[in-house]
């Protein structure tokens, strides 16, 4: 059983036909049927009628057993009308004659509609419809009787016993009723007639968007019954018409070579009706920089190139078709008929094709590189539609291909060669052929021949910087290593040294370790070419031009300590001067004030010249004993990096040495030679000594009071400890350590003594 007709959620349903049903639901049912039909089926009862009344009069009249509106002059005003109220008498109208006027609303809302029903059936509702469901129900039935799409007439076997259409139109009829109305239905006295009206239901059933398609308009043309009488109500029925009107579907023709993008100019176009390319033309053009747009209605058309531009071929036809709801479907090679994503058709031209020569290389080879598999695919992905693929071997490859975009790919390299990048290249319509770059522009090739080439694998080097004599590495040494043997050649890498060799992957070739600045009292090193081979043996270049195969695979350069820039002084005398060591050796240590061993796990730095940021000499953490250098005469600076536990970092400490080995220290304030070649670093504890506080029963206190120390105001300046600095005293550690000691542990006592009254103060 079908649905009833519900007020609460808009549904539309029906019972079964039998005695006492409403006829008007199965004519609803009829208007969702003829929505899924092609529109261009338009097969049953078209609405041509075109009269226009003059003053604005209408009447109608049953002719043919249908009511249709007319004109005064007795014109057909339209081709059909139903009647919305079937309690109200039926119009007549003759040229003698009538009854009933009306006043015709074209293109009616639904407002306009639901108004005058109301209005004219005396403002109640039986069945409790409200617009929009009468407005849908309209427009469906409406549209089911002129187009029929299903072939409602012809399945049901309607049309065969009722070739006038009179039947047709009674359950169109009758379904209005029951919109309007909610009479019964009655079962026909034929089974045709009870058939067509259950396929009727079933359209009914459906959404009207999936019942009229979306070209189509559906317009409701209302009349109104004059009132009549005191009541101002008209005895007659109020009616409906309708037109239905099919939207032309736009559609764009497109003329491009193939791989495109732009509109291909001057070639000479037409489209006809039907599959036939010879068919009747519509419309005809020279395709220019934009697509060519057409309107046409629902039916078969054919795109065809009669004259195609210089340099291209002519395309083969394009058929397509267009349905009622303006979908476009394109003809295939097998004949089906396949749906376009968007409106447009596109035509593709070929052009002729162009030669292209393919070269397989290794980097710096002359000759073929046989033995690589390769491939050329369209556009511009590696991995697109293969056009060709080859072995290299002793010559080039040549292809023909049309204009467009390619890429060449290496899948397999010969044995010992990477697989190279593969190489994208555009060729236009004049051949010329242009390379994709790694910044993604294209550069145009002088020839045309495309050249891949494959670089050997890779293989490892170590690279040593030491001190000659030296075990471990020598840092702070600038170094590159270039290719070739020219130390100015291309640099494949720079670094500098440090604690651990520099490690670098090259393919086999000539290359010069070259050293651009040697650390602080180091000679730059002679340069070091070597060549390595396919296998990874590498051979150092000799003084005679002559290469040695190395035993390793390590280079190693090692640098000469500087010669003393500073001559000695002549001799005052015949004596001969006394010998000094081209590199001094000065003695650092790490101590705390008043402690004479060494300071334990402060992490010290010496670096050359006055700034902390200078070239680094060595960097070390101390322990028990001091450490010693043999340094060339210049300025060096101490800097601590972190201090041991408890204790703060001091400042750098600068100092100069001589070629007699004398040290001077250089700080804010002064300078101090010693003789003894020995810098010593003085930490101060991170919190000093807190003086204990004074105890809450005063001692006792003499007869006679001591006199009270005259305590100035102005705080008294303790010793600079913070960064202390000194050259050790060359003094024996006699008594006379004791009583320095106790002078620095007394003036301490006294500035802290200074600091707490002020503080009371």
């Avoid at 004219?120 to 469906?140: M, P, V």
């Avoid at 010992?416 to 550069?443: L, P, R, V």
């Avoid at 350069?557 to 005052?572: A, F, G, I, N, Y």
Wanted: charged content about 20%.
């Amino acid at each position: 059983m079908l649905t009833s007709l519900r007020e609460d959620n808009h549904a539309i349903s029906f019972p079964l036909l039998r005695t006492g049903k409403h006829f008007m639901l199965i004519l609803l049912a009829a208007t969702l049927i003829i929505f899924s039909l092609p529109l261009s089926a338009l097969a049953a009862y078209p609405n041509n009628s075109v009269g226009v009344s003059d003053n604005g009069i209408y009447y109608a009249h049953d002719k043919a057993s249908r009511l249709k509106p007319m004109t005064p002059s007795g014109d057909e005003a339209d081709s059909f009308a139903f009647c919305i109220n079937r309690q109200k008498k039926v119009p007549s109208y003759s040229h003698n004659s009538h009854s009933g006027e009306y006043h015709r609303t074209d293109n009616a809302s639904a407002n306009d509609i639901y108004t005058e029903w109301l209005h004219n059936r005396g403002g109640t509702r039986s069945n409790r419809i409200d617009s929009a469901q009468l407005d849908d129900a309209l427009r469906k039935l409406i549209y089911i009787y002129v187009a029929d799409p299903t072939d409602i007439e012809g399945a049901s076997g309607l049309r065969a016993i009722n070739p006038n259409g009179i039947g047709f139109y009674n359950i169109i009829q009758n379904l209005v009723y029951h919109y309007t109305e909610g009479d019964k239905y009655t079962t026909y006295p034929r089974l045709e007639q009870n058939t067509a009206q259950k396929m009727v239901q079933d359209l009914l059933e459906r959404p009207i968007d999936e019942v009229i398609p979306q070209n189509v308009d559906v317009r409701v043309n209302l009349y109104k019954a004059v009132p009549t009488g005191i009541l101002k109500k008209s005895k007659y029925q109020s009616l409906v018409s309708g037109r239905v009107i099919v939207r032309p579907t736009t559609v764009h023709l497109s003329k491009k070579a193939v791989n495109g993008t732009s509109e291909l100019e001057g070639a000479k176009l037409k489209v006809v009706e039907g599959e036939n390319p010879t068919g009747k033309t519509i419309t005809e053009w020279t395709s220019g920089k934009t697509t060519k747009t057409i309107q046409v209605t629902p039916g078969t058309y054919t795109m065809v190139e009669t004259t195609a531009p210089a340099g291209y071929e002519i395309a083969e036809h394009i058929t397509f078709q267009i349905d009622t709801t303006g979908t476009i479907k394109t003809k295939t090679q097998n004949g089906t008929y396949t749906t376009n994503n968007t409106n447009t058709i596109t035509m593709l031209d070929k052009h002729k094709t162009h030669t292209v020569h393919l070269s397989k290389k290794a980097v710096n080879g002359t000759s073929e590189l046989e033995g690589a598999k390769l491939k050329v695919v369209e556009g511009e992905n590696p991995t697109g539609k293969t056009i060709t693929e080859w072995t290299s071997g002793k010559t080039t490859k040549t292809i023909q291909v049309t204009p467009g975009t390619y890429t060449m790919v290496e899948t397999t390299a010969p044995a010992g060669y990477e697989i190279a990048e593969h190489i994208t290249f555009q060729i236009d319509t004049t051949g010329t052929i242009k390379t994709k770059t790694q910044n993604g522009t294209y550069t145009t090739n002088n020839t045309n021949t495309i050249t891949m080439l494959d670089k050997h694998k890779t293989h490892t080097v170590h690279l040593s910087k030491k001190a000659v004599n030296g075990t471990s590495e020598l840092e702070g040494a600038k170094l590159k290593v270039v290719e070739g043997e020219n130390p100015t050649g291309k640099t494949i890498t720079e670094w500098t040294s440090g604690k651990t060799t520099k490690t670098i992957q090259v393919t086999p070739g000539t290359y010069t370790m070259v050293e651009t600045t040697a650390p602080a009292g180091y000679e730059i090193a002679e340069h070091i070419t070597f060549q390595i081979d396919t296998t990874g043996t590498i051979k150092t270049k000799t003084q005679n031009g002559t290469y040695t195969t190395n035993n390793t695979n390590t280079i190693t350069m090692l640098d000469k300590v500087k010669p003393p820039t500073t001559p000695p002084k002549p001799p005052t005398d015949r004596t001969p001067p006394p010998t000094t060591p081209a590199h001094p050796e000065i003695t650092i240590s790490k101590k705390t004030l008043g402690v004479e061993t060494e300071l334990q796990g402060a992490t010290l730095r010496l670096v050359e010249g006055k700034s902390p940021s200078g070239a680094q000499i060595e960097e070390w953490e101390t322990g028990l004993t001091p450490r010693s250098f043999g340094l060339t005469p210049g300025t060096y600076t101490l800097i601590e990096v972190k201090a041991p536990t408890g204790y703060k970092i001091a400042r750098p400490v600068t100092f100069s040495v001589e070629a007699d080995g004398t040290v001077t220290l250089q700080t804010r304030n002064s300078s101090a030679t010693a003789k003894q070649k020995k810098v010593t670093m003085i930490d101060e504890p991170e919190t000093p000594n807190t003086p204990p506080e004074t105890p809450n029963t005063p001692p006792e206190t003499p007869n006679t009071p001591p006199a009270s120390p005259r305590v100035s105001k102005k705080p008294v300046s303790s010793p600079r400890v913070k960064n202390l600095a000194a050259v050790e005293s060359p003094l024996a550690r006699t008594g006379a350590a004791g009583g320095v000691l106790a002078l620095a542990s007394a003036a301490m006592l006294g500035t802290g003594l200074a600091l707490l009254r002020r503080r009371n103060l």
